[in-house]
């Protein structure tokens, strides 16, 4: 069975437990079981990943890539958190293993908040992007990630 891997960035890991006017109640632990479950029912297995630290995050997308090419892997659901707003070097490491698909995640609207936040360096490396959706939107992120793959596979 292919793995879907879920990154979650810097701060992620405090979900569930500040801002939850911004972020919801749901802590990390709770949507990773979330998206086992999701990946499970569309029959694939789900790993995840959390980092406060940019080169971390580079790294396993790097792995990521070379684990597409032997099809372990079958594609990613990130959520890069602060790092969206400023990190070339993900937008490097998105781009350097593609056509690996990688969806980018947001909780919130970022649009809707600070002006720093309505740019993305990771959107235009996406295979496709989900904003605003509360935590609810990691499970909207891996089926249309699974959708990607289908259409890919069938597409030859
Ligand atoms: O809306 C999102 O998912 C963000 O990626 C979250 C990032 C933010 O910098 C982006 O602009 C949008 C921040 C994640 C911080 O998460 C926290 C969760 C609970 C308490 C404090 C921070």
């Known amino acids: ?10 701060n992620l ?21 979330q998206c086992r479950a999701t990946a499970q029912r569309l029959g694939y297995e789900l790993e995840a990943f959390q980092s406060n630290h940019e080169g971390a995050l580079i790294d396993k997308i790097h792995d990521a890539g070379k684990r597409f090419k032997t099809g372990e892997v079958a594609g ?14 993900i937008f490097d490491a998105i781009s350097g293993v593609k056509p690996l698909p990688v969806i980018e995640i947001h909780i919130s609207n970022v649009h809707a908040r600070e002006a720093f936040r309505h740019h993305s360096y990771v959107s235009p490396a996406a295979a496709g992007i989900v904003v605003g959706f509360g935590t609810d939107g990691y499970t909207l992120a891996i089926e249309g990630l699974v959708r990607k793959v289908a259409a890919a596979a069938a597409a030859g």
């Open 1 to 10: 069975m292919a793995t879907l891997l879920l990154l979650n960035g810097p």
């Open 13 to 33: 890991n405090l979900l569930g437990t500040r801002e939850p006017g911004v972020y919801g109640a749901t802590t990390l632990a709770d949507v990773e079981a």
């Open 76 to 89: 990613v659901v990130f959520n890069p958190g602060a790092f969206t707003h400023t990190s070339v070097a």
